[in-house]
């Protein structure tokens, strides 16, 4: 396999850190050539610093000798003071400045230099925080509107999940988690890992062994789509259950509807996403499932809740009739003088405007 390098850099957002003091730092979401997605943090002013180190290696490209010849982007030089209003204002440059970094000649996006300042590093995956501060407040740049600047979000409560099982994780980059854990999910891939934080530390964990703390009943998983969406198999894979389907390197398929845990249904089958995002499958015991799982214990309690409300409907409407107490007619109110003489015809009124020293004899 050859050297790595950066397929595609997404502009997130920033987050407003407080330990050791107030800054901010920009979350990228790197995408690499391997397929894999790699969530980092920078401050503008290291950014600045890489690219004025680009630009020195690149003297031609960078406009140096003819300004006619500049193909390296302009990004300008950070203020004296940064403050929240500048970072905001700042990220539609940010966003266009690497997406034109990651689409130039393949000798200065794909040089070293490029892919060691994107690489992850400690820090993203365990910032350094202090638990009496508190957290970091996050600004989202909406994905509809990534070069408008104004219509990014007010800070962000991250989504909190619980782990329902153990985990223990097998490479850097991913967080072990306990039963009962809670965490807050910072970026969702539609492989199936989610990028997580856990008091001072982050990583990638399985999302099927989380569940959101929101209630049993929330749904975040997008609207199938049944006009279907292309897709080739970039690796064979076996089916290993009933619901599952065969694939062969090379095999063009429709992908119907992308489920958040990394399982995607094709025309009714459902398969691994590992077969095109090679990624390796991570499950649960149906067993575990259930002793842990919150949202399956309310949903089998509703359920529970619900068939005894209907056996009490049942039971309601099988009682005899002639046990029913039947209902008692209302007796109306007797009228007054008044409103007899305001309803009654004309020649009544005339009647009694006669015999006044008679009074109207009223029954009930």
């Not at 901010?24 to 690219?51: A, C, G, P, Q």
């Not at 062994?209 to 970039?234: F, H, R």
């Not at 842990?292 to 068939?307: D, G, L």
């Amino acid at each position: 396999m050859g050297d790595a390098f950066i397929r595609h850099i997404e502009l997130l957002g920033y987050e407003k850190r407080f330990f050791p003091s107030q800054h901010y730092v920009y979350m990228f979401l790197v995408k690499w050539n391997d397929l894999s997605e790699k969530l980092v943090y920078r401050r503008f002013t290291e950014i600045y610093e890489f690219h004025k180190a680009l630009k020195e290696m690149f003297p031609i490209e960078s406009g140096d000798i003819n300004m006619e010849k500049r193909i390296i982007p302009h990004l300008p030089a950070p203020k004296w003071f940064d403050g929240q209003r500048s970072t905001q204002n700042r990220q539609g440059t940010l966003a266009e400045y690497c997406y034109t970094l990651v689409n130039l000649p393949h000798k200065i996006s794909r040089c070293l230099h490029v892919v060691n300042f994107f690489k992850v590093r400690h820090d993203d995956m365990n910032p350094v925080t202090d638990s009496q501060i508190r957290k970091p407040e996050v600004f989202l740049l909406p994905k509809d509107a990534k070069k408008n600047s104004t219509d990014i979000t007010g800070p962000i409560v991250l989504q909190t999940y619980r782990a329902i099982a153990d985990y223990e994780k097998s490479s850097k980059t991913e967080m072990a988690l306990e039963a009962g854990d809670m965490v807050d999910v910072v970026e969702k891939s539609e492989n199936g890992w989610w990028f997580c934080q856990l008091k001072n530390k982050r990583g990638w964990v399985p999302a099927s062994y989380l569940e959101p703390m929101d209630g049993p009943d929330e749904s975040e998983e997008q609207e199938p789509n049944y006009a279907g969406e292309p897709y080739i198999v970039q690796k064979s894979y076996t089916a290993m259950e009933e619901d599952e389907l065969t694939l062969k390197e090379g095999d063009t398929i429709e992908v119907i509807h992308k489920l958040l845990d990394g399982w995607w249904v094709i025309r009714s089958t459902i398969r691994n996403v590992k077969s095109i995002h090679k990624q390796r499958r991570k499950q649960i015991s149906q067993e575990t499932y259930r002793r842990n799982s919150r949202k399956y214990i309310q949903s089998r309690r509703n359920m529970k809740e619900n068939f005894q409300n209907k056996a009490n409907v049942i039971m309601e409407k099988n009682e005899p009739e002639e046990n029913k107490p039947k209902a008692q007619p209302a007796v109306p109110p007797r009228p007054s003088k008044d409103l007899i003489l305001n309803r009654c015809t004309e020649s009544t009124r005339r009647k009694i405007s006669i015999d006044r020293h008679d009074e109207p004899k009223m029954t009930p």
